[in-house]
């Protein structure tokens, strides 16, 4: 199956891994195959979907999660958790310093209790969507833990 993504998934024409077999639409959840090991951070696919999956979908540190239409139209809100895949793949790619700015700007999206919405309208900073968000709250958790010095760095 592994093969079938590799080989299927792959848009030459935007040097991305798209959202669908044989598709020429970006999506934030391609972000993942990193994470999930899918895809080596060093490998050059994995560092071109990034950038441009980035060039596309990000609005400042926020990110939408697709670029073409649903049923609802083109999408308003940025879906916080994949602000957070962004700034994993960064850091993986050796970009630590920009995912530690987007990290930063994201916390300051929160509310008074530090607690994160689904979606943030990315020109308004206004709280979108389903509130609170574990998927934003585990993203705030995952975002952290990737950006931390590792205990042994103290010692």
């Known amino acids: 199956m592994k093969s079938k993504i590799l080989s299927l998934a792959w848009s030459e024409k935007r040097k991305a891994f798209a959202e669908s077999f044989g598709g020429e639409h970006?999506?934030?959840?391609v972000l993942l195959m990193g994470e999930l090991g899918f895809l080596d951070a060093a490998d050059p696919r994995f560092i071109s979907t990034v950038e441009q999956v980035?060039?596309?979908?990000?609005?400042?540190?926020?990110?939408?999660?697709?670029?073409?239409?649903?049923?609802?139209?083109?999408?308003?809100?940025?879906?916080?958790v994949c602000a957070f895949w962004r700034l994993d793949c960064l850091a993986r790619i050796g970009k630590k310093e920009q995912a530690r700015e987007i990290f930063q700007a994201l916390l300051s999206a929160r509310n008074?209790?530090?607690?994160?919405?689904?979606?943030?309208?990315?020109?308004?900073?206004a709280a979108w969507g389903n509130f609170p968000q574990?998927?934003?709250m585990a993203g705030i958790i995952n975002g952290a833990t990737r950006l931390s010095k590792p205990w042994e760095a103290f010692v």
Not at 26 to 29: I, K, P, R, T, V
């Open 112 to 125: 008074h209790l530090g607690l994160m919405s689904e979606d943030t309208h990315p020109v308004t900073g």
């Open 134 to 136: 574990t998927y934003s």
């Open 26 to 29: 970006l999506d934030a959840s």
């Open 54 to 80: 980035e060039k596309v979908l990000a609005r400042g540190p926020f990110m939408m999660r697709y670029e073409a239409a649903d049923d609802f139209g083109l999408p308003e809100a940025a879906f916080n």
